[in-house]
């Protein structure tokens, strides 16, 4: 398989379906990564700014229902001196992300967008949010927020019911994906790999959805189990079907930003330096203040790439050169 090739359904089967690492398609995507990324790998400091959710998808931790988990909610000022302290660590990017909740209006996120923006002109901010109105995502973006994440999760409108309760929908899911692309957001989606009943198919019809789509960003990682949600007794997601999915998903989208993700970093740490030398080129460093940390629990045991002191950051720039990487203290935009 070259890379932009549109490989056939069966083809695609094949590769999924595979039980093992396999590394000559992760040398063929890290070759990719390298002629457009060169070895520069892209840290973003992660903000979880609240642990409030008004929804209730069936695998989250953060889910409404979920009554044995602490609340707690960032102050606008938590939030800046977050990315103050990312800023002096060289990070160029900040990702608030969070749960839907209510209590961060419209008004309160664009003020928070606002001030990081004045502080930091040359940061991006990418939001990751849930699902808003059309009229909220622009003056996020007016307001001068970049990139948008939102996982479509799955795209079989089966399995996504599956997944989520009535109320929520694959449908309204990609509306909001297709509004942020055309109010002019970098954009970003993804899967949850190996997902409670997910199936080859489910994984190809993802693919197709991307091919759709098309975005800067793709997020994925294993599903991971939460003993106090209604999926606590569904097995974690594969760490080597992940890795092989990204060297795929480099493959098929050679200019997309990767991150190797905390849900991969928490099944196992191994994994992160194997799918950075898949073509991922991304890494989500935690600017969450300690005190919140534990509370922001999407899973059991959610483990954190943490820069609590410079000294964390120096071990990681370390370890990336071990593995052949550098770290980029840019924005690290999509290349198109
Ligand atoms: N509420 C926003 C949303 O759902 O898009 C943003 C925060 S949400 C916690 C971010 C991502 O966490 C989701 O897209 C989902 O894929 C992931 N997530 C939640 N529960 C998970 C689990 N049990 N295992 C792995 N990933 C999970
Ligand atoms: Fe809320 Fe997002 Fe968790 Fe769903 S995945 S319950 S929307 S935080």
Redesign the pocket.
């Given at each position: 398989m070259a890379a932009g090739e549109n490989p056939s359904d069966s083809t695609l089967a094949a590769i999924i379906s595979s039980s093992s690492y396999d590394a000559i398609l992760s040398e063929k995507a890290n070759l990719i990564r390298r002629a457009i990324y060169g070895n520069q790998i892209f840290l973003r400091g992660l903000i979880e700014i609240t642990s409030y959710?008004k929804?209730?998808?069936y695998?989250?931790g953060?889910?409404?229902g979920n009554a044995n988990t602490m609340r707690y909610r960032m102050s606008e000022n938590e939030i800046l001196h977050a990315c103050n302290y990312g800023y002096s660590l060289g990070l160029r990017t900040f990702v608030l992300q969070?749960?839907?909740d209510p209590a961060y209006t419209d008004k309160a996120i664009c003020s928070i967008i606002e001030n990081i923006k004045k502080r930091h002109p040359d940061c991006a901010i990418t939001l990751s949010l849930?699902e808003k109105e059309y009229n909220s995502y622009k003056s996020f973006y007016d307001a001068g927020a970049d990139r948008y994440l939102l996982r479509h999760e799955t795209a079989d409108a089966e399995h996504y019911r599956f997944m989520h309760p009535e109320n929520m929908s694959l449908e309204k899911r990609k509306e909001c994906l297709f509004a942020l692309k055309e109010i002019g957001f970098q954009v970003g989606s993804g899967l949850m790999v190996g997902a409670p009943k997910q199936t080859v198919d489910n994984i190809i019809s993802d693919l197709r959805f991307l091919q759709q789509l098309s975005p800067d960003m793709i997020g994925i990682g294993p599903f991971m189990r939460h003993s106090s949600t209604p999926f606590a007794s569904y097995e974690n997601g594969s760490g080597e079907l992940t890795v092989r999915l990204l060297a795929l998903l480099r493959i098929l989208f050679s200019h997309a930003l990767l991150p190797s993700t905390t849900a991969l970093f928490t099944l196992d740490g191994n994994w992160m330096p194997k799918a950075l030398k898949s073509g991922a080129n991304v890494i989500m460093p935690n600017l969450t203040p300690l005190k919140y940390r534990k509370k922001y629990e999407?899973y059991d045991g959610k483990a954190s790439l943490s820069l609590d002191s410079a000294d964390n950051l120096k071990i990681l720039v370390k370890k990336l050169e071990s593995l052949g990487f550098v770290y980029a203290q840019t924005r690290g935009d999509v290349k198109r």
């Open positions: 959710c929804n209730n998808c695998y989250c953060l889910r409404a969070g749960g839907e849930g999407l």
